[in-house]
């Protein structure tokens, strides 16, 4: 399934209530966003490669400025004592992964069946948390968490009057 990886960490599903709670709290502080892509393209050829649709500099932008807020919003004790090898994945060069693992030859048919000109866009309102799935070698979807916009959530100072 094509997806835009953020972060990776590994927590056991004993510490999950804590770390979805704790992404409910940021993510309902972020807004909806619009996204565009265009294109496809390819990472350098190791022994096998990843095939992605290419988002536009200004998608790009909003991507990693939200993930900077998440990374940095995170309370350091959550991923300090919860969670491992936490990575922002999509701080440098954001994509929509569409194959992975894939051998040369199997790139060069995505190439062949890629259209010129490709040119999507959509609203992106929720983030998802994937598990990976060993039986299926796959990620599957265990949450949805929606973007409401609720600024004040994200730990910004708040005064009572």
């Known amino acids: 399934m094509a997806h835009i990886t953020l972060f990776t960490f ?17 993510l309902s502080g972020l807004a909806p966003f619009d996204l565009k892509f265009f294109g496809f393209a390819s990472f350098p050829p ?31 004790s959550l991923k300090r004592n919860h969670l491992k090898n936490w990575k922002n994945k999509a701080f ?36 998802v948390i994937r598990r990976f799935n060993v039986d299926k070698r796959q990620y599957d979807i265990i949450d949805q ?5 609720h600024q004040y959530v994200i730990g910004r100072q708040l005064t009572l009057f």
């Open 10 to 26: 590994y927590a056991g599903m004993e510490e999950y209530p804590l770390i979805l709670e704790e992404f409910r709290r940021i």
């Open 46 to 76: 190791r022994p096998l490669q990843t095939f992605y649709v290419k988002p536009e500099d200004a998608s790009s932008k909003i991507i990693i400025n939200n993930c900077a807020t998440i990374n940095a919003t995170f309370r350091r």
């Open 92 to 127: 440098k060069d954001p994509h929509m992964s569409i194959g992975h693992e894939l051998t040369e030859a199997e790139i060069s048919k995505c190439n062949d069946m890629a259209s010129e000109g490709f040119c999507k866009s959509f609203l992106c309102k929720s983030f």
């Open 145 to 149: 968490i929606p973007l409401l916009d």
